[in-house]
């Protein structure tokens, strides 16, 4: 783990709506299974995720409302910092920078 302690992943073609509850999925295993992951220390998973990870926003529910894609923004604090803008270019699916802009939260 502090070999590549720079090294950065980007995540693209899963959308953003699978972070979240995976993520305390993975601290809640962490916890039962601490010895699976010594070398994580007293680190959560979801703090190395979060640290080394940047998940693009395609494919985005584009048929949920703005309030619901913030409120479940809201949840977690740090997923404004993991999610980019991913357009999804060439599928038939890609979408504009503005229209994805449109449907999240102003921060």
Do not use: Q
């Not at 962490?30 to 080394?52: I, M």
């Not at 703005?66 to 404004?80: G, K, V």
């Amino acid at each position: 783990m502090h070999r590549y302690r720079g090294l950065r992943f980007l995540v693209l073609g899963g959308g953003i709506g699978w972070i979240t509850p995976w993520l305390w999925h993975l601290d809640t295993n962490y916890k039962a299974f601490r010895y699976d992951a010594l070398w994580l220390g007293s680190t959560a998973p979801s703090t190395v995720f979060k640290r080394h990870f940047m998940v693009g926003t395609h494919p985005l529910n584009y048929r949920a409302e703005a309030e619901r894609l913030a409120a479940y923004l809201a949840i977690d604090p740090d997923l404004a910092d993991m999610v980019c803008y991913a357009s999804g270019y060439p599928d038939w699916d890609s979408r504009a920078p503005g229209e994805a802009l449109a449907l999240l939260p102003a921060g």
